[in-house]
């Protein structure tokens, strides 16, 4: 199945960046969008590739690479706006919406928009205290260390800085 020089070059863009997107590999490899549909579709029938759907768009992933709870939690920290909220919720733990809402430029139908895609993926915790929600990440340490693993996949450079903070912890 490898044997082709261009399913070759895209299943190791795959394996170099983990949940990368359709749009993303054109860029990177200047295939058609075409061509690069039915090379990943050939890809994923041989159960090589395994694409994430969000609901918006899709992720690739090396099927041997990368585990299910980790393809939802790398689909999730490549969008930027999501990607934010959680890198905010890792240092602000138990964070109120109105704490959310202040350090973002959100109106507040996106931010209950983008949190309840995070609540409904599992990668936030929903609670109360008295009478505010409050949120924090299901599971810090794996997402600590998914950031980390994949930074270099992933260009932000509030990330960059996210990261340097927590490998310092």
Do not use: W
Request: hydrophobic fraction near 40%.
């Amino acid at each position: 199945m490898l044997a082709l020089n261009s399913r070759r070059r895209i299943f190791e863009q795959v394996s170099k960046n983990p949940g990368t997107y359709l749009r993303e590999m054109e860029a990177a490899l200047g295939f058609s969008v075409g061509d690069l549909q039915y090379h990943l579709g050939q890809l994923e029938k041989a159960g090589l590739l395994y694409a994430h759907d969000d609901g918006r768009r899709k992720g690739y992933f090396v099927a041997t690479e990368v585990q299910y709870f980790d393809r939802q939690a790398i689909s999730t920290i490549r969008m930027r706006t999501p990607r934010r909220i959680i890198l905010f919720l890792l240092i602000n733990p138990d964070a109120t919406f109105q704490q959310i809402l202040g350090e973002f430029r959100f109106t507040k139908g996106a931010l209950s928009f983008q949190l309840k895609r995070l609540t409904g993926s599992g990668m936030v915790l929903k609670g109360k205290k008295e009478r505010e929600s409050i949120y924090k990440v299901t599971d810090p340490d794996k997402v600590r260390n998914l950031l980390v693993t994949y930074q270099a996949s992933i260009a932000d450079d509030v990330l960059d800085n996210v990261v340097d903070i927590l490998t310092r912890i």
